[in-house]
């Protein structure tokens, strides 16, 4: 069982940056890939990114490469993503997503993954 707790969204302008954490309970931490999503109000949720046990591996959305970066602390059970360059389409609601298995196929998919934290709201203002 993971519990997780996403913090650090809030209202920022354009352009600007938010660092969002994902504080993750339980002793197997290090064994679960890690993705970020999110949703807007009547979209769908969206993959953003999402890193493997170790942190040496990272995939991202394309409209989020080179804009936002996914790391991990296995010893502090934390997973971070930083999102620079901000735009008024990446205001939704953030989760953070546990997912068990190897990191082989598709982590971008919602179902590949056991255990989500409640979400924080991230707005971008023109």
């Known amino acids: 069982q993971v519990q997780l707790v996403e913090s650090g969204g809030g209202l920022v302008q354009a352009g600007g940056s938010l660092r969002l954490s994902c504080a993750a309970s339980?002793?197997?931490?290090?064994?679960?890939?890690m993705g970020w999503f999110r949703q807007a109000p009547g979209k769908e949720r969206e993959f953003v990114a999402h890193?493997?046990?170790?942190?040496?591996?990272?995939y991202y959305v394309d409209s989020v490469k080179g804009r936002f970066t996914i790391s991990r602390d296995n010893a502090k059970n934390t997973v971070n993503l930083q999102m620079n360059s901000l735009k008024p389409e990446d205001t939704a609601v953030y989760y953070c997503?546990?997912?068990?298995?190897?990191?082989?196929?598709?982590?971008?998919?919602?179902?590949?993954?056991?255990?989500w934290g409640q979400g924080t709201q991230v707005t971008v203002s023109s």
């Open positions: 997503a546990a997912g068990v298995g190897d990191y082989s196929g598709s982590y971008s998919l919602p179902r590949r993954y056991d255990y």
């Open positions: 890193i493997s046990w170790s942190g040496g591996r990272t």
């Open positions: 339980g002793r197997t931490f290090s064994r679960y890939v």
